[in-house]
């Protein structure tokens, strides 16, 4: 939780809104995924990711956008897929993953659009 609310300062006080607004904020289609792939490799429960997540909508991010981005950090972070690939074969956890990055994405864009 440490580390969520200091990357969520660090996002708060050093990046400005100006340049999140332009490379991430609405009508972007492309936010979404790249969120959601940068989101893969981190790992947080929900809530260290509240912080983040507070920051990036109040910077200008699109909500839609922040939650696929939360989506992936919580349900398909790298840790947890070592602990999958010890009940998994690797071609069922290439599917697993897939599916969850392209439902990610369509949550995304779905919560953009509205």
Do not use: C
Request: charged share 5%; proline share 5%.
């Amino acid at each position: 939780m440490i580390l969520g609310v200091g990357v969520g300062a660090l996002l708060h006080g050093f990046v400005p809104q100006d340049w999140i607004t332009t490379h991430l904020g609405a009508g972007q289609w492309w936010t979404v995924p790249l969120l959601v792939l940068i989101g893969i490799p981190l790992y947080s429960n929900a809530t260290g990711i509240i912080p983040i997540m507070e920051t990036l909508i109040q910077k200008g991010v699109p909500v839609g956008t922040t939650l696929a981005f939360s989506m992936s950090v919580v349900a398909a972070s790298f840790p947890e897929f070592v602990l999958l690939k010890q009940v998994m074969e690797w071609r069922l956890l290439w599917m697993l993953w897939v599916i969850l990055l392209v439902s990610f994405t369509l949550v995304g864009w779905v919560f953009n659009a509205y």
